[in-house]
């Protein structure tokens, strides 16, 4: 049972033009698993983001992630690179826990659209950051230049089925602000799950790169 199971999914992800390898499975599957749930109850978020915060606060935000991407950019280098992939499991954690009980304190303690805008400007335009730049020089190690390729296809393809999905569940049932906070903790939990894992899988070859 579990070959033909297994051979049927195979024949499937064939199909759409999917071919992970041991590596990329996990990340797919839990970029797929978050990013269903993110598209999901995006609309209801950025719904009641854009309508509680003034407009000169979404300049001010994106500022902030555009000058945090450049300042990052400028100091990808020497102890700061070495630092952030060494940790970076940790770091990656981090992320997801403070995702994680953001949205928790949100939905079950006190909802403040500032201290939700706040927070996630805080960790979005840092850790978020490194976490991206890391992963990002840990593609240059795991795949060839035709590995990658394949890598990003799957992710975009990934991507379009989930976007998709998750729209389109919306459309047919737009969850409370409540339940959008709940499964958003969650998907801060799985996002970079597959990434630790194979980090840690590899950590001899991307712990010192």
């Known amino acids: 049972m579990k070959y033909i199971i ?107 659209v500032m201290v939700f805008a706040v927070a996630s400007l805080v960790y979005g335009s840092l850790i978020v950051t490194f976490v991206s730049k890391a992963i990002m020089a840990f593609k240059t190690v795991l795949w060839s230049d035709r590995g990658r390729e394949i890598y990003d296809n799957n992710q975009q393809t990934v991507a379009g089925i989930v976007c998709v999905v998750g729209f389109a569940v919306a459309l047919l049932a737009m969850p409370s602000l409540k339940v959008a906070l709940v499964l958003w903790s969650t998907s801060c939990i799985i996002d970079d799950l597959g990434w630790i894992l194979i980090y840690i899988r590899n950590r001899k070859i991307l712990k010192n790169i």
Request: charged content about 10%.
């Open 6 to 112: 297994s051979n049927f999914v195979k024949k499937c992800l064939g199909l759409l033009n999917i071919h992970p390898d041991h590596n990329q499975r996990w990340i797919l599957a839990s970029s797929a698993i978050s990013g269903l749930i993110s598209t999901y109850i995006g609309p209801r978020i950025m719904k009641t983001l854009i309508s509680a915060l003034p407009a000169e606060w979404i300049a001010f935000q994106n500022l902030s992630f555009a000058v945090a991407g450049l300042i990052v950019g400028v100091l990808w280098r020497s102890k700061i690179r070495s630092t952030v992939i060494k940790y970076f499991a940790g770091l990656a954690a981090l992320e997801s826990l403070c995702g994680f009980f953001l949205g928790l304190y949100l939905a079950f303690v006190e909802w403040n």
